[in-house]
């Protein structure tokens, strides 16, 4: 049987991707407080997949391109050494919020989930030794104070996942604005050292060509 280059290129960068569990669904689950004043005014804690969860790292990115405008804030339990810093370690728990679109986040009170539909998701992810688990089906509060001009995102926040380890969190928090990376390495994607030498070499050389067209 001939072997064709290009699907056996394919199958050794997909062979690299490292899967995600998606922890069982259960049935439909209800924030752990009933409005946003009843949300604790403490650094966001609970439990995410039966682990304790506590709030060390929060921050948000706005990223405004066409087609992918988009604010997520992330809360992590792992630390960094200065604002927007690496965080570690490198695989923390983190709970983190989506809006959709370019809205500006402004001072408000949010219901997710529970058959709404709009512009805010709430997630999870969190790596249990072998796999990451990420669930984003549940119900939660949020009340957001609104950005301030030095940057932070203050707000509070009380969820529960619809998943089988019963996974909720509640409490406040206070973000940090960090730049998007857009080189910032994602879970699944192909690492540097994966792709063929030649093919890293043809799209360097094709970037130096754009950047100085009198090349």
């Not at 049935?27 to 752990?32: N, Y």
């Not at 604790?40 to 609970?46: I, K, L, M, R, T």
Request: glycine share 10%; with cysteine; hydrophobic share 40%.
């Amino acid at each position: 049987m001939k072997r064709i280059p290009g699907i056996l290129t394919i199958a050794a960068i997909c062979a690299s991707c490292r899967p995600e569990a998606r922890p069982s669904p259960t049935a439909p689950v209800a924030p752990p407080v009933e409005s946003p004043r009843a949300i604790p005014d403490a650094p966001v804690n609970g439990t995410v997949r039966a682990a304790p969860f506590q709030l060390r790292d929060a921050r948000y990115f706005v990223d405004r391109r066409v087609g992918y405008a988009h604010t997520d804030i992330i809360l992590s339990s792992g630390k960094a050494d200065a604002p927007c810093g690496a965080i570690q370690p490198a695989r923390a728990t983190s709970v983190w919020l989506r809006l959709e679109g370019s809205d500006t986040v402004e001072p408000r009170d949010v219901r997710i989930g529970a058959k709404r539909v709009g512009p805010w998701s709430v997630h999870y992810q969190a790596f249990d030794g072998e796999v990451w688990s990420g669930v984003g089906e549940g119900s939660a509060v949020l009340s957001l104070r609104g950005a301030t001009a030095d940057g932070h995102l203050e707000g509070g926040l009380a969820v529960c996942f619809a998943d089988d380890a019963k996974s909720c969190v509640s409490g406040s928090f206070d973000a940090v604005s960090c730049p998007v990376s857009l080189d910032q390495p994602v879970r699944g994607a192909v690492a540097p050292e994966a792709i063929p030498a030649r093919y890293l070499q043809a799209l360097r050389a094709g970037s130096a060509k754009a950047a100085d067209p009198g090349r």
